[in-house]
């Protein structure tokens, strides 16, 4: 967004008589409670919900009496800022958070401006586990009728169940009807001689494509005719595959429409599955073992999981980005569950799905598994072949899951796989510190209560006896380095060999024997304080101070 349409916007907020149930005007001047916030974000968030809207506002840096700018220092950095998304991701249902987080400099101060979505639909927000609504300028608990409003849309409103009046079963793919006769049949085998005797639209009830014989928005998406396309607009039914190089240039796409039954098909026909070869050190042998780069179930599961839970209402495509190692799949809508560590842990199937009726459908065709036990099948696959475990990005109103067709590191990918009797969600954690991505504190605290991980946010790295068995005990010494004692002792003999040595010197001498956890001003921080000990202790002197310094020693 401009710095225009963010003034036009807060000018637009200034001008309101009062705050309201979805505008919120805090001075903020340099802290905010954390937990204030997730309130705050629940409670605009459910408004703005239940009257329609957008978005939701919370500004800081504003006067909530006078609506004058009175300016915020609060998380006076981008990366500050962006961290925040996250707190407020890892405590609220379905990983809600804020659209973005503006910052805004005027004359009379910085102003920060939170744009907070509507709550999805059929699902109240929660922070914490508690429901927030407002009363007029106040932040309250959610009230059950309010609750109860939200969680009715989704019960009254299913958009594919819909029924399209104007279209027929003429409008349906003769192709697609036959290819969903036959999956039909192969997940019903003991009902094969009565599906043969079923007319179309018998056969489409019973499949629950379509409702009485009437068209739904389902029966489009998977066997419309590609022409039959207009009857969902503004939705959108399109698959669109993108191959790219090692420089992320594109070099070929394709785009897929309805039906989906048939599509899907042609989608994986344009995904290059290759053979991969590596040699497996499990099972001590130099033959290298030949696999496909990806396991055919995991790309179906995600593709076909990204038509049954898109939110179409958004006009949004569905997108699969194929890279020299790595799929992308991607489609619009919040993921119903919340978080993958809900799917991995829970025993039961989810309750709500966004499409029920279309969900239903591919469950009966075979196409998708229930949400849940599809996902863990797709993690066990990855485990079982010693890849990265599926990767997902539940950010910005989408799901985005990655996956990775080839080993990133043998040693570890093995001890994660198949050398240790961690369960699922515990490999899923040290999947993500393998591929580089942050945990939250509450991940950290469990992954070191099993005594799984070291170090200090934010370089945390694997324990000692996991690296010992993965044969990174290199690796582990590095984030570990010297201790102090050691360090002490290396730069009196320096100075014993030297005469004397300069501050830079001396940096120069140590940097690389301090942990590798810490950063650079740390690191100076560390030396500073080793050079003060020895001169209390009068082991050491030095000459003037600061960078250019000389220091000798005292024998």
């Known amino acids: 967004m401009t710095t225009t349409e963010l003034m036009q916007i807060l000018d637009s907020l200034l001008a309101l008589p009062a705050e309201t149930e ?14 204030e916030l997730g309130k705050y974000f629940s409670a605009l968030s459910n408004e703005a919900n239940l009257k329609n809207k957008t978005s939701a506002w919370l500004v800081f840096g504003i006067d909530n009496n006078t609506h004058q700018v009175v300016g915020s220092q609060y998380k006076n950095s981008r990366p500050a800022l962006d961290e925040m998304k996250k707190k407020i991701a890892d405590q609220t249902t379905c990983r809600h958070t804020f659209i973005e987080i503006y910052e805004l400099h005027k004359k009379e101060g910085r102003v920060v401006m939170f744009e907070i979505p509507p709550a999805p639909r059929g699902i109240p927000i929660a922070y914490k586990s508690h429901y927030y609504g407002r009363e007029g300028e106040s932040t309250v608990g959610l009230s059950l009728d309010k609750i109860e409003r939200i969680r009715e849309q989704a019960r009254l409103k ?42 179309d639209i018998t056969f489409l009830n019973k499949a629950k494509i379509t409702i009485r014989g009437k068209i739904t928005n389902a029966a489009i998406v998977l066997l419309g005719k590609e022409e039959a396309e207009h009857f969902i607009s503004p939705a959108v039914a399109k698959i669109k595959w993108i191959l790219k190089d090692r420089n992320n240039i594109e070099r ?65 495509q569905i997108n699969i980005v194929e890279y020299e190692d790595k799929l992308v799949f991607s489609n619009k809508g919040s993921f119903i569950p919340g978080s993958i560590e809900r799917v991995l842990t ?34 066990n696959f990855q485990r079982q072949r010693l890849f990265p475990l599926p990767d997902y990005d539940l950010k910005n109103n989408r799901v985005e899951v990655t996956i990775t067709g080839k080993i990133v590191d043998m040693n570890y990918a093995n001890i994660l796989a ?47 006896y996991i690296a010992q068995k993965v044969g990174q005990k290199i690796e582990y ?3 570990k380095g010297l201790l102090n004692k050691s360090c002490e002792e290396f730069l009196l003999t320096a100075l014993r060999d030297h005469k004397s040595l300069s501050r830079r010197e001396i940096d120069k001498l140590l940097w690389n024997l301090l942990p590798d956890l810490l950063d650079e001003k740390q690191k100076k921080d560390k030396v500073t304080n080793l050079l003060t000990k020895l001169k209390k202790l009068e082991k050491i002197r030095n000459e003037s101070k600061g960078p250019n310094s000389d220091w000798f020693i005292l024998e």
Not at 358 to 363: G, H
Not at 448 to 460: F, M, Y
Request: proline residues 4%; contains cysteine; negative net charge.
């Open 22 to 35: 979805v505008v919120e005007f805090k001075r903020a001047s340099s802290k905010f409670d954390d937990d």
């Open 158 to 199: 299913d958009w594919s169940a819909e029924v399209i009046e104007s279209a027929s079963l003429e409008d349906l793919d003769s192709a697609a009807l036959l290819k969903a006769r036959e999956l039909y049949v192969k997940a019903n085998p003991n009902k094969a001689p009565e599906i043969q005797g079923w007319d």
């Open 252 to 316: 070929d796409y394709a785009i897929m429409s309805c039906p989906f039954v048939l599509s899907v098909d042609k989608a994986y026909e344009k995904i290059r599955n290759l053979k991969y070869r590596y040699i497996n050190p499990e099972y001590r042998t130099l033959f290298p073992e030949e696999i496909d780069t990806y396991e055919p179930y995991v790309i179906r599961e995600a593709l076909n999981n990204a038509i049954a839970h898109q939110d179409y209402t958004l006009g949004g």
């Open 346 to 379: 829970s025993n039961a199937p989810e309750e709500n799905y966004r499409n029920q009726f279309l969900s239903a459908a591919m469950v009966g065709l075979k196409m998708v598994d229930t949400i849940g036990s599809g996902i863990r099948k797709m993690y």
């Open 418 to 464: 198949t050398n240790t009797n961690l369960p699922l969600m515990d490999i899923e954690l040290l999947n993500r510190l393998q591929l580089g991505h942050s945990l939250s504190d509450k991940e950290i605290m469990y992954l070191r209560s099993k005594h799984l991980i070291e170090g200090r946010k934010p370089k945390v790295y694997i324990a000692k």
């Open 477 to 479: 010494s590095g984030h």
